[in-house]
């Protein structure tokens, strides 16, 4: 039974917290003196080298043992007899030092063994790497108490669990919510690397073992002999912890000019010049990074070049990278994200179809050191997707799955989403291929078409935010990705509250609230987003932050939704469809084709349908959108109300800093919900049973009050506002006043108010009752730009203009308002930013609307 000393020794609640020590903070538990007899005296790392990742765990133990329990401990590095000690060494160094074990545990490449029983502890690793992991799992145990006896072995389910860092030179970070690139600046390699090997170090703790530096969309100049130095310089950083550096390339690179490199006048993959050219870029990368772990690429996809340009197979591309790769024992992962853009006006194009046209009938073609990186489902990692089906159609490839812990289409770090259940919807399902159990995750670890490559790519887009990825909850994804990549039998619930008794602490309350609040948040999320499979309905032509339905229709990018004034969904069968259905194995076809069968979740996804069809649950599709919009953003509500029950249970300042994030959430989820509703309602007419949408008792429009120096706005898109409409100062020099008299009962409301916060302005904005201000504060949740960071300031993509992803609320609680107050708002705007008013809501006291 495992024994949690945090039960009843309670972890100290630690001073001010900036969130970088993430969960390596190895907290001093209260009492942890009382335990030093039980825990070893000496630690002997089997390697004599700092720059190895034994040393490192030698390094780890003493700082943790000491951290944690207050007990000093010394290191030695070769063979030493003490009555209680932990040993962390190569199994084979072990056996060298120590004899043999009784019984030899079975690990492969990474894995380790870790005993606690006796009076020795022993971490021992198939490999150096191993056996730090094995020693980050001990300390993870130790941190949180836990000293129970065990006795195990433990091997990752999939050789390469990699991050990808969408980094550019330029130091910016596509998709990426917390500041700039930690080693990227101004087109070349930072000089201070710290933060860099502080990363390798987290990356270590949770199993991830190579890091691809810069984003898809790749720079052929990371190829300068600048640039290649530097990326040694990374390398030199991430080694001691087992991380190695992968690197994007442009396809494209021999004829782009790259300074110090020759220049051609073809890329043709099969070109022998062209040939001569990779080989001799890689041989000098590998001459500064002799382990490098390989490349990824983006090929003619979003504008990328690519092979298809000369007629080339996207095999052809591959494996030109492979065979350059091979006699250095690197690896291609090939990204499958391919597509062009698409005619709406075509009932059977899909851009879902893309992957399967281009990838199926090259199977069997690609060298076997190269991996095809899959994302989780066809599209664009949607805030739902049915996994995708080439995971099925390429059996004779190795395949990883690319999944994204950056919340790019879900919340940008500024919602709180859990994602580990998202992803075991995908990783646990069965494609069924030839009627045999063939789960997602069986697949990309290579067990089931019998591959010895293959595994986990995860888009994480670290920044120079102390946060790490912009906010301290969102960096449960992180760590969920990485113990999944290494089991992802992991139930997600599990990893999360280990993740919380090490990143916060042990408290049952803490624990429970934070589980509660993380595990409701995708269902949340889905359901104020964009429910029954119909993707997320932001803005996919601008920040993909924000609602803005009616960006998916009308484009060229093939994320349609088809709704019209009667219907809405995409037909994907193959008897009247687009034929996506057909692309999974018979028995998933044939439950994606047939209506009947296909849960309710994905309807849209597969089936156009009237809007009001009706659903498994008896609900019509028009109303279940309603009914769930409004049921997302209630929950939305209380993760604040829950969030606040933790003060003083941790640490202060990220209690602020995250409250903040679940206030700016409840707010910005009611934004959602009125948008996609009102939109839905607007373009079918058929009215809320429940008579919510578009009804709002509470709320006093700011263009229907009396107004001085403003005027009214018409918001695009229309359904970013209440009432369709704004009021914005006349001009960005005027001081603006609106105001009305009260009209509702005497009593106390919580008031709020929605405005819209713009980059490039910072309004100013006071409100009051008869003259005597109850509240004031400035439009100013800037996102991240440059290098300005702080803990209030939000990550997302900015928007510049007044529109869904600008729109926020503020609320002021228990104000004391009277029948004919006169209710003032004055507005004063700043450079591009109007103060832009949408609508005062009088809530009695717990309502919200
Ligand atoms: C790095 C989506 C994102 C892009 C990203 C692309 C990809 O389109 O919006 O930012 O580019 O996917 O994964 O290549």
């Not at 690197?247 to 020759?262: D, E, H, N, R």
Request: proline share 5%; charged share 15%.
């Amino acid at each position: 039974m495992i024994r949690l000393l945090a039960l009843s020794l309670c972890a100290s609640l630690a001073a001010a917290e900036n969130g970088l020590a993430a969960w390596l903070r190895y907290a001093p538990l209260q009492g942890g003196e009382g335990y030093h007899s039980t825990l070893p005296s000496h630690i002997v790392a089997l390697n004599t080298s700092s720059a190895s990742p034994v040393y490192v765990a030698g390094q780890e133990l003493q700082q943790g043992i000491q951290s944690i329990y207050g007990k000093q401990c010394n290191v030695h590095h070769s063979y030493y007899s003490a009555s209680s000690s932990v040993v962390v060494g190569t199994l084979d160094e072990y056996t060298k030092a120590y004899g043999s074990l009784s019984t030899t545990p079975d690990l492969i490449e990474d894995g380790y063994w870790l005993s606690t029983e006796g009076n020795t502890v022993q971490i021992l690793g198939k490999n150096e790497r191993g056996a730090l992991y094995g020693t980050f799992a001990y300390l993870s145990m130790l941190a949180q108490g836990n000293l129970t006896k065990v006795a195990y072995s433990s091997n990752p389910n999939a050789p390469v669990r990699w991050t990808n860092e969408w980094d550019n030179l330029d130091g910016s970070i596509e998709r990426g919510f917390a500041g700039n690139s930690n080693w990227f600046a101004n087109g070349v390699i930072v000089s201070n690397l710290t933060r860099t090997a502080e990363y390798a170090r987290l990356l270590a703790s949770i199993g991830i073992n190579a890091v691809v530096v810069n984003n898809v969309n790749a720079n052929a100049s990371l190829l300068t002999p600048q640039n290649i130095e530097g990326l040694g310089r990374i390398a030199d950083v991430m080694r001691p912890y087992g991380v190695q550096v992968g690197i994007s390339l442009y396809f494209s690179s021999p004829t782009s000019g790259v300074k110090g490199q020759a220049n051609l006048t073809t890329f043709d993959p099969l070109d022998e010049s062209v040939v001569a050219w990779w080989t001799n870029v890689t041989g000098q990368i590998y001459q500064q990074v002799p382990d490098m772990a390989g490349y990824l690429v983006k090929a003619n996809s979003e504008g990328q070049p690519g092979p298809l340009t000369y007629n080339r197979t996207l095999a052809q591309g591959a494996n030109l990278f492979a065979k350059a790769l091979q006699p250095h024992g690197g690896i291609v992962m090939f990204r499958a994200f391919v597509y062009n853009n698409l005619n709406e006006s075509d009932w059977y194009a899909d851009r879902a179809n893309a992957q399967i046209q281009f990838f199926k009938p090259l199977d069997g073609e690609f060298d076997s050191n190269v991996i095809i990186q899959i994302k989780y489902g066809p599209i664009d990692f949607q805030v739902r997707e049915p996994a995708s089906p080439l995971f099925a159609n390429i059996p004779k490839s190795n395949a990883a799955i690319e999944l994204q812990v950056t919340q790019e289409y879900l919340g940008q770090q500024c919602h709180l989403v859990y994602l580990a259940p998202l992803w075991k919807t995908i990783l646990d399902f069965d494609l069924r291929v030839d009627n045999e159990s063939s789960l997602v995750r069986n697949v990309v670890s290579g067990q089931r078409f019998n591959h010895s490559l293959g595994g986990y790519a995860g888009v994480v887009n670290v920044g120079t935010n102390d946060t790490w990825i912009g906010s301290h909850m969102a960096m449960s994804n992180l760590y969920a990705y990485g113990r999944l990549a290494w089991d992802p039998t992991l139930d997600s619930q599990y990893i999360l509250q280990e993740w919380i008794r090490l990143t916060f602490n042990a408290d049952q309350s803490v624990v429970n609230t934070m589980t509660q609040i993380s595990m409701e948040s995708w269902p949340a999320y889905e359901n104020y987003s964009g429910n029954l499979g119909e993707q997320t309905l932001t803005d996919i032509l601008y920040t993909h932050f924000g609602p803005n339905p009616q960006t998916q229709d009308n484009t060229v990018w093939g994320q349609w939704t088809r709704a019209d004034h009667t219907t809405i969904g995409m037909d994907r069968t193959v008897s009247n469809g687009t034929g996506f259905a057909g692309n999974y194995p018979p028995e998933i076809a044939a439950m994606y084709e047939n209506i009947a069968t296909t849960p309710d979740n994905l309807l849209l996804w597969f089936h156009h349908v009237n809007y009001t069809h009706l659903l498994h649950s008896g609900e019509t599709v028009i109303q279940d959108f309603y009914d769930q919009h409004y049921a997302g953003a209630a929950t939305a509500q209380t993760f604040a109300t829950m969030w606040e029950s933790l003060k003083g249970k941790i640490d202060d300042e990220r209690y602020y800093d995250q409250l903040f994030r679940q206030v700016y959430q409840a707010g910005h989820s009611l934004v959602w919900r009125d948008a996609i509703s009102n939109f839905y309602n607007n373009i079918s007419g058929i009215p809320d049973a429940a008579h919510r949408v578009g009804k709002h008792p509470y709320r006093i429009e700011a263009e229907s009050m009396q107004l001085d120096g403003y005027k009214p706005y018409t918001v695009i898109p229309f359904e970013a506002a209440s009432n369709y409409t704004a009021i914005v100062t006349s001009s960005n020099t005027t001081t603006g006043t609106a105001q009305t008299m009260i009209t509702c009962p005497s009593g106390t409301y919580d008031v709020a108010v929605n405005y819209f916060d713009q980059f490039g302005g910072d309004s100013h904005f006071v409100v009051s009752l008869n003259n005597v201000t109850i509240g004031e504060w400035t439009a100013n949740l800037k996102p991240w730009i440059g290098s300005s960071q702080g803990p209030r300031v939000l990550g997302h993509t900015p928007s510049i203009y007044i529109d869904g992803h600008s729109a926020t609320r503020i609320t002021f609680s228990n104000v004391t308002v009277a029948k004919g107050d006169m209710l003032k708002i004055v507005g004063t705007p700043n450079g591009i930013e109007p103060a832009p008013l949408d609508y005062v809501s009088l809530l009695p006291l717990g309502i919200v609307d």
